[in-house]
């Protein structure tokens, strides 16, 4: 179901293609180790309209944590320079095994820009279905800006560790299993191995159908509550720096569940705190 809020269809992007008040963002983002490099990609590629959306330089540069959420201003200025605005749909893709566009989808939702969707299957896709590409950069006027931060949205670790000690939060974690469990190394060195006390193991791709769609509402929940997760208790969700962990507040979305938040420092932060507690294991 098409909802331009959370997660839109390929079939519905093509409809609207030529709306003036559609902005597409190319959210594209790979870990270092694959050796792909997303924006040549969005160069050679790309959605026609496209802009691309650079997780990494719109982030705060004031921390030493991998694309932490950009400070309003800075999200203002870039957006204004991309040309998206006040009173546009934005509709945000990737071409990454890890579904960053949630991550953007959550960037404009932090700011209070509610009318942003996820193109559902990516470009990956919209490919595969024939709809057109272009490899030319739109051009862009400026377009004015205001924000709000929902500063409920977003965790820190001081908020993270007093959830997961009183128990009154359920934390869930987007990782692979074996590095949930900790039984193989972090990828980011100095990291210690296992996870957040408290914490659900929702590993993002068990989100996703084969063909790289999300799945439905009601199978979301299934998934969820297969992995033990109490949805009757707000959620915190995490992964290692808060790409994937946006996918799980995406599909807590879809489901209806709006008492969500999302680390962003996520098994970086804590994994790197030595005063910190951690779990093994499958629990």
Not at 21 to 33: C, F, K, Q, T, V
Request: with cysteine.
């Amino acid at each position: 179901m098409d909802d331009p809020k959370t997660l839109v269809s390929t079939d519905w992007l093509a409809a609207h293609l030529n709306d003036p008040d559609l902005r597409i963002l190319d959210a594209s983002w790979h870990m270092p180790a694959t050796g792909r490099d997303a924006r040549a990609e969005y160069k050679a590629a790309h959605i026609p309209g496209a802009r691309f959306f650079d997780i990494d330089a719109i982030s705060d540069s004031r921390s030493d944590l991998p694309h932490m959420a950009p400070p309003p201003e800075l999200f203002i200025s870039r957006m204004r320079a991309m040309g998206v605005g006040d009173g546009h749909q934005v509709v945000i893709y990737d071409n990454s095994d890890l579904h960053s566009a949630a991550r953007v989808w959550w960037t404009f939702r932090l700011m209070g820009k509610t009318d942003v969707a996820v193109l559902d299957g990516g470009f990956a896709k919209w490919q595969a279905e024939g709809h057109p590409v272009e490899d030319i950069a739109p051009i862009t006027r400026d377009r004015h800006m205001t924000v709000q931060r929902q500063a409920g949205l977003v965790r820190d670790v001081t908020q993270v560790a007093a959830a997961s000690k009183l128990g009154d939060h359920q934390i869930i974690d987007a990782r692979s299993p074996e590095r949930f469990r900790g039984d193989v190394p972090e990828p980011r060195p100095g990291l210690r191995a296992g996870h957040i006390p408290g914490a659900r193991n929702v590993p993002f791709g068990r989100l996703y159908s084969d063909d790289g769609t999300m799945k439905s509402p009601e199978e979301l929940r299934a998934v969820f509550e297969a992995a033990g997760v109490d949805l009757k208790r707000p959620a915190i969700t995490s992964c290692g720096s808060g790409i994937t962990a946006a996918t799980l507040a995406l599909a807590l979305e879809r489901i209806g569940k709006r008492d969500w938040s999302l680390y962003d420092g996520s098994w970086t932060e804590w994994g790197s705190f030595p005063d910190l507690k951690i779990a093994t294991g499958d629990a």
